[in-house]
Structure formats: structure tokens, C-alpha cells
């Protein structure tokens, strides 16, 4: 028995899977609310070393954006579990699931802004603006490849079935050749 896009499918009821699929939501939630709490400790604790009082405008600009970035990717992170709660036993975990998927996804790319400005913003005290820039536009590439164009490349190869292309093109399914 298939779903709806040809993946095998799983015997669960629409709430089994809403529940399962909250769960799986959850358990991202909290690989990435540790690297932002992480962050956002490392961000707060700047502004009280002596060393903070020497920072240029432009720096205290990055850090103030920077500081506030992670206050929004925390937010974005953990408003699934305030959501759930509001609406704890109303009927309403497809679209808590569907708001709360959204959530993460917006709280990603900001993290990822988050991150890029830490990295300006320490490389520019310790090198320098230029290298600061430059490491600021790695950190965000490679924020952008992991977790943006990776997934998207791994979604492309895989075919309505979810097997990758290399599983179709097997000589186990490949049409016989008649004659």
C-alpha cells in the first residue's frame, strides 16, 4: 500500500502521524536550541569583558544585531512548544505541526544571520575587517550549502518511491531489452 506520493505507507491514523511527525519536530528543536542557547551565552557575556568598551561603531553595530538575531532564533525555536501548549487538546495538532514546521524552518535562516555576524564580529577584533568579512561570508555559505542546498539536492534525487536515482538505475530495474 502506497500514500499519496508513492512512498510505502506507514499504518498510522492522521493524528499518529501529526503526533510522530511533532515528535521528529521536537527532537531537531533541541539539536539546535543548544547551539543557539550556546551562542546566545557566548553574546551576553561579550558586553561585560573590558575588552568590549575598545569595539568600533561598526562592531558594536554587529554585535547588537547579532545579539538580537539570536533572541529571535531562540524565540522562532522554542514557540512550538508554547503553541502546543495554548492549544493543548483543541484539535488543532496538524496545524500546530504545520506552523511549528514553518517556525523552524524561519528560525534557521536567522540563526544562520546569527552566526554569520559572531563570526564577523570576533574575526574582526582579532584580525581584522577584511578577514572578518571573509569569514562572515563562509560561515553563511556554509550555513546556506548545509541546510539549505544539501536537503534540497537530497530531495531531488529521489524519485516518487524514495529511492535515490542510483537505485532505479540498477540492472535489477531496468527494463529487459526484448530480442
Request: aromatic share 4%; charged share 15%; glycine share 14%.
Given at each position: 500500500m502506497n500514500d499519496e506520493g508513492g512512498k510505502p505507507a506507514r499504518?498510522?491514523?492522521?493524528?499518529?502521524?501529526?503526533d510522530r511527525n511533532f515528535a521528529e519536530l521536537l527532537q531537531e528543536?533541541?539539536?539546535?536550541?543548544?547551539?543557539?542557547?550556546?551562542?546566545f551565552a557566548f553574546l551576553l557575556s561579550l558586553a561585560f569583558t573590558q575588552r568590549f568598551g575598545s569595539l568600533d561603531g561598526v562592531q558594536r553595530g554587529t554585535y547588537i544585531a547579532t545579539l538580537l538575531l539570536a533572541v529571535v532564533a531562540a524565540s522562532l525555536f522554542t514557540a512550538p512548544a508554547a503553541i502546543h501548549r495554548a492549544l493543548f487538546r483543541q484539535g488543532a495538532k496538524r496545524r500546530i505541526v504545520?506552523?511549528?514546521?514553518?517556525?523552524?524552518?524561519?528560525?534557521?535562516a536567522v540563526l544562520a544571520l546569527a552566526?554569520?555576524?559572531s563570526v564577523l564580529l570576533v574575526v574582526d577584533v582579532v584580525l581584522g575587517?577584511?578577514?572578518?568579512?571573509?569569514?562572515?561570508?563562509?560561515?553563511?555559505?556554509?550555513?546556506?550549502?548545509?541546510?539549505?542546498?544539501?536537503?534540497?539536492?537530497?530531495?531531488r534525487s529521489l524519485n516518487p518511491r524514495g529511492r535515490s536515482r542510483a537505485a532505479r538505475s540498477t540492472?535489477?530495474?531496468?527494463?529487459?531489452?526484448?530480442?
Open positions: 499504518r498510522e491514523t492522521p493524528l499518529e502521524r501529526d528543536l533541541r539539536v539546535t536550541q543548544t547551539g543557539v542557547q550556546i551562542l504545520d506552523v511549528s514546521s514553518r517556525l523552524a524552518s524561519i528560525g534557521l552566526f554569520t555576524g575587517r577584511g578577514p572578518g568579512i571573509a569569514a562572515a561570508s563562509g560561515t553563511f555559505a556554509v550555513c546556506c550549502g548545509l541546510w539549505g542546498l544539501l536537503p534540497r539536492l537530497i530531495g540492472p535489477s530495474s531496468r527494463p529487459r531489452a526484448s530480442g
